[in-house]
């Protein structure tokens, strides 16, 4: 097999340097698989030629299912035959991506078996990416992949495979168990992962606290972020040791507080937490002197996107707080009011970030019988949403009685 | 008479094969157009979700996605010539 490796000059160039490089994956791959081969030639011909030599399917799938299957087509194929169907599959990742080694090898003989050996752990949804095999062999997959207990996963107007940070299982600061919201998503949901239903993708993506390690403000149509209530758990003595030890608390500190809520007098830091943001800047900078509140839950955001049909978009507030506590029934009846009125409503393609934009925030909380809280206001005296009726009636009341 | 779902899965298989190459329908295509014309008799979206589900399962209709995604007929994949 090495023998028919192609030369790729182009392609060289990206083994250079100290990190990894993807060429030298797939040029490993190449030892014992033919798709690799074909996959490293039909690469260095792009490069050389500027071009890209892809087709994208939208048929290919396993039966009964509506997404987790991409379908990819060399543009190519009498000269890499061994490509001339390259899909790719989503496999829905476990929560937290936890596994053990046995678990990730069968997966791997698997894909060596039936597809080119592969992977790309995770991609950007969160799902394990399994890229390169033909339509025969999108079933045999499935059904292998199932013998170890995995699904695939969401791709195309569903609900995309939920995600989480580590959560409760590797980090001090998560204030739910992002891992079993995520899990427990995942199974009461079901249909609408594989049965594409909406007018376009909808993500969720749990982070366990305000640092958001897995930027679900940016990325997630829901976004579900750990906060607290409460007061910052202050231990003094703490705080005082950060400062003999040479923190200039002041400007690395009390400066850099969004809220301007703290202040240090040299020998206490006393925290307005009225004006808190729970933004964890001071929790980050002195973790040992500084803890989120005891009464924890999460704070649920609506609306981000990257750019696609219109900009992107960050999450906005949508509930300020709410216990996350199984069985999660004020998550879930939100959700499904939610899906309900974008589902019937929302325009092919558009984001519930976007339909919400299109209709007005005051309008969609009317449809999900939402009440407006202030902390959806965005920015102040440029948000768009909240209006309320009551004015409007005396306003017009005012008018019809001057004219 | 009430409907069964075997009578929406049916209703609907005729848009999908009358729609098919003229329009692409997505499943709340499917439903509204259910609700609409038997809601009377106790079809609702739940009851439309059933159907799409025995219609795909029955692989009478395949889910397809064009940059969305469509619930069509069966056919050979353009891209795969």
């Known amino acids: ?403 | 008479m009430a409907k069964t779902v075997d009578e929406i899965a049916e209703a609907m298989f005729g848009m999908v094969k009358d729609a098919q190459g003229l329009k692409k329908l997505k499943p709340m295509d499917l439903t509204k157009a259910m609700v609409e014309l038997y809601g009377g008799e106790g079809v609702d979206k739940k009851f439309c979700k059933l159907a799409i589900k025995q219609l795909i399962d029955s692989g009478r209709c395949v889910y397809t996605y064009f940059g969305g995604s469509y619930i069509e007929l069966p056919h050979s994949e353009g891209a795969a010539n």
């Open chain 1, 1 to 403: 097999m090495a023998d028919n490796i192609p030369k790729t000059p182009k392609l060289d160039e990206l083994e250079k340097g100290r990190w990894p490089s993807f060429v030298k994956e797939i040029k490993m791959a190449a030892q014992k698989s033919p798709m690799a081969v074909d996959l490293l030639g039909q690469l260095e011909q792009s490069y050389d030629e500027k071009i890209g030599y892809w087709k994208h399917g939208g048929i290919v799938g396993v039966m009964g299912y509506g997404g987790g299957v991409i379908g990819r087509y060399s543009n190519l194929p009498e000269k890499y035959p061994n490509i001339s169907h390259f899909h790719t599959m989503r496999i829905n990742q476990p929560a937290g991506w936890f596994y053990k080694t046995e678990a990730l090898r069968k997966v791997c003989d698997i894909w060596e078996k039936h597809g080119s050996g592969l992977t790309n752990m995770h991609g950007s949804t969160g799902d394990i990416i399994l890229l390169g095999t033909k339509t025969d062999e999108l079933e045999p997959t499935f059904a292998e992949l199932q013998k170890i207990d995995f699904d695939i996963g969401g791709s195309g107007s569903d609900l995309r495979t939920p995600s989480c940070c580590c959560g409760m299982a590797r980090c001090e600061w998560a204030c739910y168990d992002t891992m079993a919201l995520t899990h427990d998503l995942t199974m009461h949901y079901q249909d609408e992962l594989h049965r594409p239903a909406f007018p376009y993708k909808f993500k969720f993506k749990m982070s366990g606290c305000p640092n958001d390690c897995v930027a679900s403000i940016a990325r997630a149509d829901m976004s579900v972020i750990g906060t607290w209530r409460d007061d910052i758990q202050v231990d003094p003595d703490a705080v005082r040791e950060y400062a003999d030890k040479g923190m200039n608390i002041e400007s690395d500190v009390v400066d850099n507080c969004p809220a301007k809520c703290m202040s240090w007098d040299g020998k206490e830091l006393h925290i307005d937490n009225s004006f808190c943001v729970r933004c964890m800047h001071c929790i980050n900078v002195m973790p040992k002197a500084l803890r989120p509140g005891k009464d924890r839950g999460a704070t649920v955001l609506i609306g981000s996107k990257a750019p696609i049909i219109e900009g992107a978009l960050l999450s906005s507030v949508f509930l300020p707080f709410v216990k996350v506590e199984p069985p999660y029934t004020e998550i879930k009846d939100l959700v499904d009011k939610i899906w309900d009125v974008w589902s019937e409503e929302g325009k092919n393609r558009e984001r519930v970030g976007e339909f919400i934009q299109r209709v007005g925030l005051g309008n969609f909380l009317d449809a999900i019988e939402l009440d407006p809280v202030p902390e959806m206001v965005a920015h102040p005296r440029e948000n768009p949403y909240v209006f309320y009726e009551e004015y409007f009636e005396e306003d017009e009341g005012e008018e019809e009685e001057e004219s």
